[in-house]
C-alpha cells in the first residue's frame, strides 16, 4: 500500500515442508513405503529440553524474522528507506505499558534506530537493570519513554545462554512514509520462505518483472544485508515445486550439493548467495542468458 506497484506475471513461489509426529510404526512405516516422506529422529525436529509449544513459539518468531528481513534487503536493494515499528508488547515486559503495537521507534538513547537489528544490538549491548531512553513516533506525535531493562525469560534464551537484557517487544522493518508491505501468508513458521519474499517484493516495486512470466520457485533464508542462507528439506522443496509446475528453482548455494544430488527432470536449479544473485540471474535465465547454475 502507498506505492505504485508493477504488474506481474508467472509465479514467484515459496516452498515449506511439514512435519508429522506422535506416529504408530504401522503409520510411519506405510508413509515411508507409500510416500515421499522422510523419517527422522524426533530430536531433529524438537530439540532436547524443548517442548513443542516452546519450538512453535521460536519458529513464530522465526518467520516474523524473515517477513523483517525480506524487507529490509528488498528496500536496501531498491534504494527505498526502512523505518522500525513494534508489532507486539510482550506480557509482563518492561516495555509493557509503554509502548505500544504501530509505534516507530526511532531513537535509543538519543542514537537512531533505523532497522530492527539496531534495536535488538542497543538492546544486547546493556544489562539487565540498566535504564534506556526509547523515542517513538506515535501517530504524528514523538514521545520519549524511560525503560528499565529486565532480563530475557528462561523459554527465550539459548540452551547456553545466561541472562541478557529485555526490552520485551517484537519488531519488524516497514518502508518508509506511507509504503506498507504486507505478507499474506499464515500457518507457516521458521525463517525459510525470506528470500522469496524478498524476491515477491523486489518485483512489485520495480519495473518489468523478474519471472519473464515463467514459474518459479525457490527457498533461502535472507538477512537485512541480502545474503541468502541454507535450509532444510531442500530435495523435498524441489520434488514439490517440480509437481506443481515450477520450471526453476532457486537453491541457497550451500544448499546445492544436496540438490543437485536428487534433481528431478525438467526443472533448473539456479545458485543464489544473495538477492543480488537471484535477481541477476533470474533475469538471466528469463532473458535467454547464462545464470549460475546448482553443481554436485
Not at 516422506?37 to 524438537?46: A, K, M, R, Y
Not at 523435498?236 to 534433481?263: M, Q, R
Request: with cysteine; net charge negative; hydrophobic share 35%.
Amino acid at each position: 500500500d502507498g506505492a505504485d506497484v508493477d504488474e506481474t506475471s508467472g509465479n514467484l513461489n515459496m516452498t515449506t515442508v511439514a512435519v508429522r509426529t506422535n506416529m504408530t510404526l504401522v503409520q510411519a512405516l506405510g508413509r515411508w513405503l507409500t510416500t515421499d516422506d522422510t523419517l527422522v529422529p524426533i530430536e531433529q525436529v524438537l530439540p532436547s529440553g524443548k517442548s513443542r509449544e516452546e519450538v512453535q513459539k521460536q519458529n513464530a518468531a522465526a518467520f516474523a524474522a524473515s517477513e523483517s528481513n525480506a524487507t529490509i534487503s528488498a528496500m536496501n536493494y531498491l534504494g527505498k528507506p526502512v523505518e522500525t515499528m513494534v508489532v507486539e508488547v510482550s506480557e509482563d515486559s518492561p516495555a509493557e505499558g509503554v509502548l505500544r503495537p504501530n509505534d516507530i521507534v526511532t531513537h535509543i538513547d538519543g542514537e537512531e534506530i533505523t532497522v530492527p537489528g539496531d534495536l535488538a544490538k542497543k538492546v544486547q549491548d546493556k544489562e539487565p537493570g540498566d535504564e534506556v531512553t526509547v523515542t517513538v513516533q506515535r501517530q504524528t506525535r514523538t514521545e520519549e519513554f524511560e525503560v528499565e531493562l529486565g532480563e530475557t525469560p528462561k523459554e527465550l534464551r539459548g540452551a547456553n545462554d545466561g541472562a541478557k537484557a529485555f526490552l520485551g517487544v517484537t519488531s519488524v522493518a516497514q518502508p518508509a512514509g506511507n509504503v506498507k508491505v504486507r505478507y499474506n501468508l499464515t500457518d507457516i513458521g521458521g525463517p525459510s520462505a525470506g528470500l522469496m519474499f524478498s524476491m515477491a517484493v523486489v518485483d512489485k516495486l520495480s519495473p518489468g518483472e523478474l519471472t519473464g512470466g515463467k514459474f518459479v520457485a525457490g527457498t533461502g533464508t535472507i538477512d537485512a544485508k541480502g545474503t541468502v542462507g541454507p535450509i532444510g528439506g531442500i530435495t523435498h522443496k524441489i520434488a514439490a515445486a517440480k509437481d506443481a509446475g515450477a520450471e526453476v528453482f532457486l537453491v541457497p548455494s550451500k544448499n546445492c550439493a544436496e540438490a543437485v544430488h536428487d534433481k528431478p527432470e525438467g526443472i533448473t536449479l539456479i545458485d543464489v548467495e544473495s538477492l543480488d544473485d537471484a535477481v541477476d540471474d533470474l533475469k538471466a535465465y528469463t532473458s535467454g542468458g547464462s545464470p549460475s547454475l546448482c553443481e554436485g
